[in-house]
């Protein structure tokens, strides 16, 4: 039962951790995408200079509210799927 | 130092294959001979090559563990050891040790009616060190010469590379995000500082020289 408690314990940090690296990681490649976009509509002369940060903020709320963003907590979903499948490979199969 | 530097890496490369090469999973076709139970003792260093099956076993000294003889198509022998990894590691959630038991001892087979199964197992095998793979899974197969494609290892192996690349990408991320903009802001602060300390060195100089009679510039 300890070692149970200790397992969920210990699994919970770690995904939790990965949680935060993949969600930095995903916010990044966002926000750089979005420059990206960005700088060439401002070379197409579709957006102006001076509304640049507001279209990156403006992108970043789309992503806030992204299924994108709701995947990621795929990181504590998929261990526990893939725990309970080897679960019943191991002792049931 | 380029020897050092080889002998590290050496080191580091055995250590992660050797650990890889243990806990992952192996099968083998055997024929199971036999079965027993025979008690161990668990003072030694060789301890962390039994399960920890149960809070409790920690703390014993010895314990009852059931072993499967069996005998390879070659003629050549492999004893496994049977014992539950419970919650521990390595992660095989494995419970069914007495179920696992029986299964071994309804597949016995003679060497003139052989009937041979695949034993999934991880761990090794070592005289010296009286130590034994933990068998996990019997499956009976046709014969001692099918082929077994190890899937299971390679979506394990496929998932850790996939991890790697992924921190992989996140430092190089991190680096051109975070770090990088840091060091320009530092590098232009240094900037700063040192064509301000270049000016007022130029002033200091031009102080001086006016002491010597000469025109400050």
């Not at chain 1, 397992?7 to 926000?31: E, H, K, M, Q």
């Not at chain 2, 380029?2 to 050496?10: A, E, P």
């Not at chain 2, 903009?181 to 060195?201: F, H, I, N, Q, Y």
Request: charged share 25%; hydrophobic share 45%.
């Amino acid at each position: 039962m300890i070692a149970l408690i200790r397992l969920g314990i210990f699994g919970l940090i770690g995904l939790t951790v990965l949680y935060f690296l993949v969600s930095w990681y995903s916010r990044s490649v966002r926000r750089e995408r979005l420059e990206g976009w960005a700088d060439e509509k401002i070379a197409e002369g579709e957006l102006e200079q001076a509304a640049r940060d507001a279209y990156i903020e403006d992108g970043m709320r789309d992503y806030d509210a992204s299924l994108r963003k709701k995947l990621i907590l795929g990181v504590y979903v998929v261990p526990i799927i893939a725990v309970t499948v080897v679960i019943y490979v191991t002792n049931f199969m | 130092m380029r020897y050092v530097k080889w002998t590290f890496w050496l080191l580091v490369l055995t250590v992660v294959f050797g650990f890889l090469h243990y806990t992952l999973p192996q099968r083998d076709i055997v024929r199971i001979v036999n079965t027993y139970e025979e008690r161990q003792d668990l003072t030694d260093w060789t301890r962390l090559f039994w399960s920890v099956p149960d809070d409790q076993s920690t703390s014993l000294s010895n314990r009852d563990v059931q072993f499967i003889q069996a005998v390879k198509a070659n003629g050549k022998t492999m004893v496994y050891r049977n014992e539950d990894t419970g919650w521990g590691w390595p992660p095989y959630f494995k419970f069914d040790t007495a179920n696992l038991y029986t299964e071994a001892n309804d597949a016995k087979s003679t060497k003139a009616n052989p009937e041979w199964v695949a034993i999934r197992h991880y761990g090794w095998r070592n005289e010296f060190l009286s130590i034994f793979p933990n068998a996990v899974g019997i499956k009976p197969v046709a014969g001692p010469d099918v082929r077994l494609i190890p899937w299971g290892n390679i979506v394990i192996l496929g998932g850790v590379a996939l991890f790697f690349l992924f921190l992989w990408r996140l430092w190089a991320q991190f680096r051109e995000r975070a770090i990088d903009p840091l060091l320009e802001d530092a590098g232009e602060t240094w900037d700063a500082v040192d064509e301000r300390a270049d000016r007022a060195r130029g002033r200091f100089r031009g102080w001086l020289d006016s002491w010597r009679g000469k025109p400050r510039r």
